[in-house]
């Protein structure tokens, strides 16, 4: 009880600070804000998105989708050939009756999507579209599928490398396998490579996984109530999360975590009726796909400009290669840590292959997208950074503009989803990032509550902010987890290879079979 | 004779104690089996402390369910005279009940009425009653 009340204080006294600045200088603070987080944050930036030198192609891109491919070949195409197999794990066919109680497959395969499965899919799916146009689904789905091996291939390791605890809790993820596996196999730099993994996890978590999503959720509410500050919303959600995450109030999560599920179904539900509704457009709209995803069809950069937008929107919304889902899976109950990286592979193909791609086409087939009649390209807006759309929307408000234009309540409740998503989002990533912070700075109350307070914080300056600085921020962080995850990862995939022969070969002999339940 | 005598923790789990009990001492050599379940699905959502701290609560959970209700009854048993030995674990109650009777070759199980009541049970139906309806062992229910 008392630790509630001195949690209750210190909320009070949060909320304060933040409400009296923000009462002097009401008008302003957004904007002050803005600026001086786009100058801090631009070089970082500019560093991850580089152009590679006499192109106009991100060489971080280049890096996700190229570590993609080789880990699909590597493995023989993986995701297609266990694919299967992975059903029949997440179902508990291969479930010992035994382990009844633990952490099962299921539970960590959504347990990691609810921290991937949100505005990546509703807003960063629209920005895509927006700048690289239907072609841009294409690629998306291309990178969905490659991205599965990657999955595979890390929370392999991430369940292979955690720490159990005597207490019996569990840790895991990129910073345990990164350099318990590099120890293992005699690489010098795992260590240093762990802590360069952990710094740009905290700022992921602060990013994409806050920031981010504080953001795009204060966007989605002004769209019902008209503008507000956005450090009020912030606020808010910073109370709520604080709630959680320090007061540990655990009913506020346990609410969430059965919502969100039922959310994402239901928002696959309204896509597939927008669907059916403009059944006669299905085919138009693959079409719209196929010839932009090699012409552009107008839009900026032609073609590369879509396959830009395709595969970085993918690799933002299911995170393959960048580290966080080995964090969330490695919590599994199992006696082969490869059985978690079969049943992770089916994380990018719900995400982006599924669930992206149904907002894509709800998007192109309301033509929210504005086409020249005569050229059948796209129109660009008048800067000539986008395509132009009905009422200018742009990210969350244009597939809410989509939605709405054939289920007119709809951007209702996609309002309540996107809050839902990205609460659920920044729970997951709190945790993610409090999992590097510990591994950085040692575990302990007070280390972990210094992170969590941080955290709070970011999430009032992340609603605050305008969209452009915060996107382009937590795309970075998110992708520079990546650079060092990609890295470590091409080190142990023969450790994952050695794994899966044994393990296919056991299945193939009849040694591992299913249990009768 | 082999029977097992699923309890829920509430008063009623007593009554079915009891008629074990009375069972048992009216046949030569019995054998009963104490089957605490709790109540748990894998396909639950969980976040991601949960997960971690999954394990760790699970041995808390089995710990406190042997202390506060399998511990007494199958002391209270022993204490009779009878051999009885302890099961607990996590589960659809009805599902589990039948799975382990059917394993152990029990001729009987015996549960207690259903003491949960209101709107849940009456939508879902009681594990007491999905027990009758798909055990493969006779089962006794105890009013």
Known sequence: MQTIQRCLLALGALVAMTGQAAAQEAASLDARVNEIFASSTGWFVNAIFAPIPGTAFPWIVMWLVIGASVFTIYFAFV??????????????????????????????????????????????????????????????????????????TECTLGVKYRNEYPDGTVSGGPMYYISKGFDELGLPGGKILAVLFSIFCILGALGGGNMFQANQAHAQITQITGDFPGWITGVIFAAVVFAVIVGGIKSIAKVTEKVVPFMGILYVGAAIVVLIVNYNMIGWAFGQIWAGAFTGLGVAGGFVGALIQGFKRAAF??????????????????????????????????????????????????????????????????????????????????????????????PFVLAIAVVLFAFSTMISWSYYGLKAWTYLFGEGKTTELVFKIIFCIFIVIGAAASLGPVIDFSDAAIFAMAVVNITALYFLMKVVKKELHSYASRLKSGEIKKYQH | MKLVIGLDGASTGGKALDFAKNLASKTDSCELIVVYVIEWSPFSFQTAEENAERHKRREEEIAIAMERVVNPAVKSLTDAGLSARAIVRHGDVADTIDNIAHKEGADQIVVARTSAGGITSRLFGSSTANLVMNARVPVTVVA
């Not at chain 1, 921290?115 to 927006?130: C, D, F, H, R, S």
């Open chain 1, 317 to 410: 919304s299911n995170e393959a290669g960048v580290g966080s889902a080995a964090i969330a899976h490695s919590a599994v109950k199992t006696k082969e840590p490869i059985t978690e990286g079969f049943v992770s592979l089916l994380e990018p193909l719900i995400d982006t292959v599924v669930i992206c791609t149904m907002t894509a086409l709800v998007i192109i087939i309301s033509q929210q997208l504005i086409i020249d009649a005569d050229t059948g390209n796209y129109v660009l807006n008048e800067a000539g950074t986008a395509i132009a759309t009905v009422n200018d929307n742009g990210g969350v408000a244009l597939t809410s503009a989509a939605f709405g234009s054939a289920i007119s309540w709809f």
């Open chain 1, 79 to 152: 995701q297609f050939r266990f694919f299967g197999h992975a059903i029949g794990l997440v179902k508990g066919d291969y479930s010992d009756p035994n382990d009844a109680g633990e952490v099962s497959h299921f539970q960590a395969l959504a347990t990691a999507l609810s921290g991937t499965v949100g505005l990546g899919n509703i807003a960063g799916v629209a920005v895509a579209v927006g700048i690289g146009g239907p072609g841009a689904t294409f690629w998306m789905i291309l990178a969905g599928l490659l991205g599965m091996a990657s999955k595979f």
